[in-house]
């Protein structure tokens, strides 16, 4: 570990934070050119932080000067500078995205509050990947909870202040529970540091509580199965900026924590039994998402169980983390999924908004006809339904292989079937929605026109994105490398 650490890992997180300052302060009506100076500068912060660890290794940086456990500290391994960049990826997405969207004069309120909101959330999300302590990881975790709510809720109707709702009793839930596990790490080891817990912890039964309640929390936050109900509700409604950052970012939080927990604090407790029950919920998130999607009439609602099916793949490393044969291959499937699923939900949220933003509307049943007249929004949405289904040359396919073939090679059968079951669902709703889409207009109606003209950068946004995919399918050492550094020895 780099003694010091680099001064871009503070940055991450202060920079976002300090924009959305003063977008508030200002008013985004005055400055509309400040959150993307802010996205801007944010990028390249976490490229230079990314650098450092790609370089260097493992990178720490004590807030004051001050050593744990009196101080705070910042720690970014590979992981984490993955996390990292994916999120400044999403996070330029958005930003880029969201300035014609919240301005084109029928959200125009909605700017005012989504850019401080997001802008928190984005630092939010920056200091969950780099807090090294289980508290001032909850109090990341709160922030972004806080930011997601008023999110969701922003346009003022009645769905989605229902489902903003819904979203925070649960939240709350979640938090508490996480609480309740800090409570008692804390008064069993001495310490919050999530190096000196994993150290200090045992296998017994107070420890092992702790785990259980910490988890539910995060599996709550990070909508697993049967823990999902709030995320449909609050995808569906949120505005297209909003869900793209919820389902890539958000609820991947707590599965990115989850694996972070379990590999680095808690790996003396995750006993084959453990493992086998995680994995079982994410084969079950899996298997109930994708058949959920199936069923389902409206695109937004479609892209929200796919979520709640693509989160369940990082869970299946943990009953395989047990097997020597599967473990390595595992581990960097499970790490290269979260990266995929985000970049390709993204890019998937954001062309069903362009189609909702063009023709007022999401429903299937409406959406034939409209590719001559949506054909990018249509393109981008087809090219990250292939990474969701597993397909080459996606980053979706390279780290569903490698789950695969770590499942193959430890002779887990059961997780290899649900791996490709579960690709042969996604590939179900996935061709459904398209085939709606591409079908050409009934005969008996009218040719429609878009009721309102796509600005440019939200058509070229979401395909970007999809193709961002595409690159790291291609081109995945780089990233495979970085994964490397600090990787869990839990691991071998």
Known sequence: MAAGGALSLPLAFLLPLLTALVVFLLGARRAPWLPGIGALATVAAVADAVRHVAAHGPQAYHLGGWMPPLGVELYADGLAALMLAMTAAVGLAVTAYAGPYLHDGHHHQEAERFWPLWLVQWAALNGTFLAADLFNLYIMLELVTLTAVPLVAITGDRASLGAAMRYLLLALLASLAYLLGVALLYGGTGTLHLRQVGELVGAGGPAAVAAALITAGLLLKGAIFPLHTWLVPAHSNAPAPASAVLSALVVQAGVYLVLRLWLWTFPALLSPAVGWLLGGLGAASVLYGSLQALRQSRLKPVIAYSTVAQLGYPLLLLPLAAVPAAAAQAWQGAAYYIVAHGLAKAGAFLAAGNIRYSLGHDRLAGLRGIAPELSVSVLALGLAFVSLMGLPPTA?????????????????????????????????????????????????????????????????????????????????????????????????
């Open 396 to 492: 979706g396919f390279l780290a569903k292989w490698q789950l695969l073939s770590g499942a193959l090679g430890g002779g887990q059968w059961p997780w290899a079937a649900v791996i490709v079951l579960g690709g042969l669902l996604a590939a179900g709703y996935g061709l459904r929605v398209l085939a709606m889409a591409l079908a050409a207009a009934p005969s008996d109606e009218p040719v429609r026109r878009p009721p309102q003209r796509l600005p440019r950068r939200m058509v070229a946004v979401p395909l970007l994105l999809a193709l961002a995919v595409y690159l790291l399918g291609v081109s995945a050492v780089p990233a495979l490398r970085l994964l490397e550094q600090g990787a869990p020895e839990a691991l071998g």
